[in-house]
């Protein structure tokens, strides 16, 4: 029962910036891990960053310095702050999770649909 609903993509120039969102809803007892995902045409689903509950990120290399994710666990939201975008951030972002439904449940991961970035040179 568990959804997970990506907003602000679009459209922006090199160099522009875009924050997206991802609120998660639902029956969800604890969120671990959210993260971003993306993939581009050809190219394979990469990751982008995560955080963790207790707020320590990674970032992929080609983000790291551009990009800042953060959340917001009373709202079940992460957040992706994109500045100084380039053309090859062109991509379908995808929100995910690690979380439990119930206490004594499993970690499960779900996904977002996703949402299209596209940044024009």
């Known amino acids: 029962q568990v959804q997970l609903v990506e907003s602000g993509g679009g459209l922006v120039q090199a160099g522009g910036s875009l924050r997206l969102s991802c609120a998660a809803s639902g029956n969800i007892f604890s969120i671990n891990t959210m993260g971003w995902y993306r993939q581009a045409p050809g190219k394979q689903r990469e990751l982008v960053a995560t955080i963790i509950s207790g707020a320590s990120t990674n970032y992929a290399d080609s983000v790291k310095g551009r990009f800042a994710i953060s959340r917001d666990n009373a709202k079940n939201t992460v957040y992706l702050q994109m500045n100084s975008l380039k053309p090859e951030d062109t991509a379908v972002y995808y929100c995910?999770?690690?979380?439990?439904?119930?206490?004594?449940?499993?970690?499960?991961?779900?996904w977002g649909q996703g949402t299209q970035v596209t940044v024009s040179s």
């Open positions: 995910t999770a690690k979380l439990r439904t119930v206490i004594t449940g499993p970690v499960i991961n779900w």
